[in-house]
């Protein structure tokens, strides 16, 4: 008779489930098969087009001025959206699960906005605050200040669709975790930014890094708030990804997929990243 467990732990360890041999096997084979096929293959497709025409030619692709520039702006706009939206997660964080305050519930549906909105028409909000005809455009004019079509609408797009990230990491965390070791801390004469420091950031840290590294791979690859918000001015407010699809629709698929290696090279470092923080936390734990 097959034996089934609903959950169970021994000795404060997770103990496996005891599920059919047959049952464990098509999961594993169905799992490796959908990897293989929405994953490597695509990944192995993309490094044979960049170097299809030889090591010479995919150089030149990857280092010729417009590809430089953009994947210049890429690295800047991550470096830019990462810091300030890792510091709106924690403030987030922090007043969502350690306070009450009037529209607490409302915050906490602002911060899943980008999540529900399709990155396109966030990129159209953007166009309708700070383009010519939008709301600050007169102002924006008079003062010979540009947002669209320009990088600071790049940086705001990204920043848009990357804000929920480290807040939705750190949220359920430190809800998980409460706040009796920074009551106590306090308690004891400890000021705020010495709780947050000595109690609150070390038992955040593999949560906030996590959030972080996803937060980043986002900020690097987003394509369709930047597409609108951009322009696609070749040298100036391409990134990485819109520099791939310029190439590909001007039937330069070597250099494109040479472009989108780069891109995906980035990726298998975020996941191999995400993998090791993974790994260090449940060491921790």
Do not use: C
């Amino acid at each position: 008779m097959l034996r089934s467990h609903s959950s169970g732990h021994l000795n404060g360890r997770p103990v496996a489930l005891a599920e059919p041999v047959g049952l464990r096997v098509t999961l594993t084979i169905v799992a490796l098969g959908f990897l293989t096929l929405f994953l490597f293959v695509p990944l192995a497709a993309v490094f044979t087009q960049a170097f299809e025409q030889g090591w010479a030619l995919y150089w030149a692709a990857i280092t010729e001025p417009d590809a430089l520039s953009a994947i210049r702006l890429t690295f800047v706009t991550a470096m830019v959206v990462l810091p300030l939206n890792v510091l709106f997660g924690i403030a987030a964080a922090w007043a969502i699960t350690r306070s009450e305050f009037v529209g607490k519930q409302a915050l906490i549906t602002l911060i899943d906005l980008p999540f529900a909105v399709s990155p396109v028409i966030s990129g159209l909000i953007f166009v309708l605050l700070f383009g010519a005809q939008g709301f600050f455009g007169q102002w924006l004019a008079d003062r010979d200040l540009k947002v669209i079509f320009a990088v600071p609408g790049i940086w705001l797009a990204t920043l848009f669709v990357t804000a929920p990230f480290v807040a939705r990491e750190l949220i359920p965390l430190m809800q998980e975790q409460g706040a009796e070791e920074e009551l106590a801390a306090v308690g004891l004469g400890a000021s705020g930014w010495q709780t947050f420091w000595r109690i609150t950031l070390p038992k955040i840290k593999w949560g906030l890094l996590y959030g972080a590294i996803l937060l980043n791979a986002r900020a690097i690859g987003e394509f369709g708030a930047v597409s609108v918000v951009s322009g696609h001015v070749r040298g100036q407010t391409n990134t990485a990804p819109l520099h791939v699809e310029i190439l590909y629709n001007e039937y330069n698929f070597s250099a494109a997929f040479a472009v989108a290696s780069v891109l995906a090279m980035l990726a298998l470092v975020t996941l191999a990243a995400k993998a090791l923080v993974e790994w260090r936390s449940q060491r921790s734990a």
